[in-house]
Nanobody, 128 residues
Framework: VQLVESGGGLVQAGGSLRLSCATSGLDLGGVSTTTWFRHVTGKAREGVACISKNLSGALYVDSVKGRFTFSTDSTKTTMYLAMNNLQPEDTAFHYC?????????????????????WGKGTQVTVSS
């Protein structure tokens, strides 16, 4: 089972990127939750966006609401994170994750240890 991210890169502030997360050996319809996290060296990993069967609609961290959109394709094999109006503070290594746990709730969706499957990540750099 693998998750492979792509689509990261260098963009100017105000620009857009779309991250993709391709699955191998995993049917997204069989997991409870998929989430994008991001990490800046020296800081804790941050949950960015989540789609869960245990929750209604996609969840987003406040700093990206209205700018990022999390979606999956109709074949349930690829996840996307569309990022618009990117800002320098969005610079981070971005990871896609998946889990089968039923413990995902509004208060727990960004708990790292609940996620069993992680991709290797892709770097997003936003210049000012």
């Amino acid at each position: 089972v693998q998750l492979v991210e792509s689509g990261g890169g260098l963009v100017q502030a105000g620009g857009s990127l779309r991250l993709s997360c391709a699955t191998s050996g995993l049917d997204l319809g069989g997991v409870s939750t998929t989430t994008w996290f991001r990490h800046v060296t020296g800081k804790a990993r941050e949950g960015v966006a989540c789609i869960s069967k245990n929750l209604s609609g996609a969840l987003y961290v406040d700093s990206v609401k209205g700018r990022f959109t999390f979606s999956t394709d109709s074949t349930k094999t690829t996840m996307y994170l569309a990022m618009n109006n990117l800002q320098p503070e969005d610079t981070a290594f971005h990871y896609c994750t998946a889990t089968t746990t039923t413990r995902i709730r509004l208060k727990t969706w960004n708990w790292l240890y609940l996620y069993e499957i992680w991709g290797k990540g892709t770097q997003v750099t936003v210049s000012s």
